[in-house]
């Protein structure tokens, strides 16, 4: 694949792939269908608004991650959200409105931001957030969620085809309530049959620890998943948020071994997208946060490089979402040789925070 490899154009190509075999059972499922062709318009004509933006040395990513609430209904072992204390059981404060999120919805489409990962906390805990995404059919939205509280979105995700519900599994039953709690793993399948049965779009998150690599690319994981109808596939590399977990975090050797078992995965099932972070950033020539690829804003409003990397010096609620991309941390962090270090235990910013935090003080 070589350092060559495009993140936006695998997705449009994947697209493509789920389109055309959707086209096949277009009186079975014809609102993916429509939906998908209409959005594939909308990727291209979102890549020339970045495009004009590149010629002017302006440079906006394909995609954004908002964190749109700090609650959770879970206690996940080794959250980096909560361990980075943005996310909590505390009644939400100073958290951004639905109509700031609209705002910025709107901004990042004007912007050519397509992809808007909604995520937390647990991002179904905000409906009246996810309301105002369905009005923006021009951006998908993978909505990285727990997967407990998806009966109340059922008919909304069928009547809106561009928010996409990504389901955490980590593996088996054994290995997904043992991280996630008891009985969410069945809670999961159950989810994931009827949206096959009802003919929605989802995708699966697994985070990757040198615990459960072994079982999460081996075929019994993976065609169990197809055959659940998923159509999307995170693989995200654990990130150890606490010294005491390092461990969990892949070796050199594991990560390269994870990166060749996906490029083939990726032959072997063209109807399914299966993305790596950030493994794809590797292929990709270096850590894509802080706007080169992506970037992220917090539940009050923070302009973050990445989730892994919660330092801030600008807030889209005092500024547009464009000055944000464009703030002295971003723009250092874009210019320094940082992103392009090499990183152990699977992100770069997260292994160089005290480099980080020095750039926030302005050192």
Same mark, same amino acid.
């Given at each position: 694949?070589?350092?060559?490899?495009?993140?936006?154009?695998?997705?449009?190509?994947?697209?493509?792939?789920?389109?055309?075999?959707?086209?096949?059972?277009?009186?079975?499922?014809?609102?993916?269908?429509?939906?998908?062709?209409?959005?594939?318009?909308?990727?291209?004509?979102?890549?020339?608004?970045?495009?004009?933006?590149?010629?002017?040395?302006?440079?906006?990513?394909? #995609?954004?991650?908002?964190?749109?609430?700090?609650?959770?209904?879970?206690?996940?072992?080794?959250?980096?959200?909560?361990?980075?204390?943005?996310?909590?059981?505390?009644?939400?404060?100073?958290?951004?409105?639905?109509?700031?999120?609209?705002?910025?919805?709107?901004?990042?489409?004007?912007?050519?931001?397509?992809?808007?990962?909604?995520?937390?906390?647990?991002?179904?805990?905000?409906?009246?957030?996810?309301?105002?995404?369905?009005?923006?059919?021009?951006?998908?939205?993978?909505?990285?969620?727990?997967?407990?509280?998806?009966?109340?979105?059922?008919?909304?995700?069928?009547?809106?085809?561009?928010?996409?519900?990504?389901?955490?599994?980590?593996?088996?039953?054994?290995?997904?309530?043992?991280?996630?709690?008891?009985?969410?793993?069945?809670?999961?399948?159950?989810?994931?049959?009827?949206?096959?049965?009802?003919?929605?779009i989802f995708g699966a998150s697994i985070t990757?620890?040198?615990?459960?690599?072994?079982?999460?690319?081996?075929?019994?994981?993976?065609?169990?998943?197809?055959?659940?109808?998923?159509?999307?596939?995170?693989?995200?590399?654990?990130?150890?948020?606490?010294?005491?977990?390092?461990?969990?975090?892949?070796?050199?050797?594991?990560?390269?071994?994870?990166?060749?078992?996906?490029?083939?995965?990726?032959?072997?099932?063209?109807?399914?997208?299966?993305?790596? #972070?950030?493994?794809?950033?590797?292929?990709?020539?270096?850590?894509?946060?802080?706007?080169?690829?992506?970037?992220?804003?917090?539940?009050?409003?923070?302009?973050?490089?990445?989730?892994?990397?919660?330092?801030?010096?600008?807030?889209?609620?005092?500024?547009?979402?464009?000055?944000?991309?464009?703030?002295?941390?971003?723009?250092?962090?874009?210019?320094?040789?940082?992103?392009?270090?090499?990183?152990?235990?699977?992100?770069?910013? #997260?292994?160089?925070?005290?480099?980080?935090?020095?750039?926030?003080?302005?050192?």
């Open positions: 694949m070589g350092n060559d490899f495009d993140i936006q154009e695998y997705l449009a190509n994947g697209a493509e792939n789920i389109i055309k075999n959707a086209i096949s059972a277009t009186l079975k499922n014809p609102k993916e269908t429509l939906f998908l062709a209409k959005f594939m318009k909308n990727s291209r004509k979102a890549s020339k608004i970045r495009k004009q933006y590149a010629k002017k040395d302006i440079n906006i990513p394909a #995609f954004l991650i908002a964190s749109i609430t700090s609650r959770c209904n879970l206690h996940c072992a080794g959250c980096y959200s909560r361990a980075n204390d943005n996310c909590s059981d505390d009644a939400a404060y100073n958290q951004l409105s639905d109509e700031d999120w609209e705002d910025i919805f709107k901004q990042s489409r004007d912007l050519g931001i397509n992809f808007i990962v909604l995520a937390g906390g647990e991002p179904l805990i905000r409906k009246d957030v996810i309301l105002k995404a369905c009005d923006y059919p021009e951006i998908l939205f993978p909505v990285f969620t727990n997967g407990t509280m998806l009966d109340e979105y059922y008919d909304l995700i069928d009547v809106n085809r561009n928010i996409i519900p990504i389901v955490s599994i980590e593996g088996d039953e054994t290995l997904t309530d043992s991280r996630r709690g008891n009985g969410v793993y069945n809670q999961l399948i159950e989810s994931m049959n009827h949206m096959k049965d009802n003919n929605l990757i620890t040198n615990e459960n690599i072994s079982y999460a690319l081996c075929d019994e994981f993976i065609t169990n998943l197809y055959g659940l109808g998923c159509k999307v596939l995170f693989f995200i590399e654990y990130v150890p948020v606490d010294v005491n977990v390092k461990n969990l975090a892949l070796s050199d050797e594991q990560r390269d071994y994870l990166l060749d078992e996906i490029i083939d995965l990726r032959k072997r099932y063209s109807e399914m997208l299966f993305m790596s #972070f950030p493994g794809d950033e590797k292929e990709s020539g270096g850590c894509l946060a802080a706007g080169r690829g992506f970037f992220h804003i917090n539940s009050h409003g923070g302009a973050e490089p990445c989730p892994a990397s919660p330092y801030s010096d600008i807030n889209v609620k005092e500024t547009s979402v464009l000055e944000a991309l464009e703030s002295d941390l971003f723009t250092t962090l874009r210019s320094s040789e940082l992103l392009m270090s090499h990183q152990e235990g699977g992100c770069v910013l #997260f292994e160089h925070e005290k480099e980080v935090q020095k750039l926030l003080r302005n050192d």
